[in-house]
T-cell receptor
Framework: DTAVSQTPKYLVTQMGNDKSIKCEQN?????MYWYKQDSKKFLKIMFS???????INETVPNRFSPKSPDKAHLNLHINSLELGDSAVYFC??????????????FGEGSRLTVL | AQSVAQPEDQVNVAEGNPLTVKCTYS??????LFWYVQYPNRGLQFLLK??????LVKGSYGFEAEFNKSQTSFHLKKPSALVSDSALYFC????????????FGTGTRLLVSP
């Protein structure tokens, strides 16, 4: 069973389109994240939700809109895609408190290519 | 703001030799430090963490890290490298907002040659 699963794994689309990436975790964690990894492998947090509540919202264009229907799911919708949005997007989850604090479990990533 | 620095883009080591991947940190308050590994086309995997306690932290796959407060360092080590250890390694520090935001370093590629 995959702990953190993302779909799709690959996404190729044209500039100006709108696309979504979905994420689900079956670990029972209460916190989920979206990270962006650019072509130089630099990893930066975008958003985090705790029990469906947005708790981290970094400086991200408002074309990016996360949605958490429940604590096991966190989706990312991107409007009006631009070339610079090309990256690998990683979903992660963790438990906010407890012995395993700080241990993030990552999905396999969704590689977005904007043409 | 919390930050970590990984001064080496790449570390090359021969199989069987000891390896060190360097990380220095800058934090206000007590540091919560982590190492993660990323294999090609995969997500990051947790290796180990320092929260408090012993300065030598043991983690997965035979890796360990030494927390050095005076040098503000948290170097990743392994006594004997394997070819399969070749991957991208990230040091990270937890932001002190309490929301477990991890700030990652720029990553160090480890290449272990046979």
């Amino acid at each position: 069973d995959t702990a953190v699963s993302q779909t799709p794994k690959y996404l190729v689309t044209q500039m100006g389109n709108d696309k979504s990436i979905k994420c689900e975790q079956n670990l029972g964690h209460d916190t989920m994240y979206w990270y962006k990894q650019d072509s130089k492998k630099f990893l930066k947090i975008m958003f985090s939700y705790n029990n469906k509540e947005l708790i981290i919202n970094e400086t991200v264009p408002n074309r990016f809109s996360p949605k958490s229907p429940d604590k096991a799911h966190l989706n990312l919708h991107i409007n009006s895609l631009e070339l610079g949005d090309s990256a690998v997007y990683f979903c992660a989850s963790s438990q906010l408190a407890g012995a395993n604090t700080g241990e993030l479990f990552f999905g396999e990533g969704s590689r977005l290519t904007v043409l | 703001a919390q930050s970590v620095a990984q001064p080496e883009d790449q570390v090359n080591v021969a199989e069987g030799n000891p390896l060190t991947v360097k990380c220095t940190y800058s934090v206000s308050g007590n540091p919560y430090l982590f190492w993660y590994v990323q294999y090609p086309n995969r997500g990051l995997q947790f290796l180990l963490k320092y929260i408090t306690g012993d300065n030598l932290v043991k983690g997965s796959y035979g890796f360990e890290a030494e927390f050095n407060k005076s040098q503000t360092s948290f170097h990743l080590k392994k006594p004997s490298a394997l070819v399969s250890d070749s991957a991208l390694y990230f040091c990270a520090v937890r932001d002190n907002t309490g929301f477990q935001k991890l700030v990652f370093g720029t990553g160090t590629r480890l290449l272990v040659s046979p």
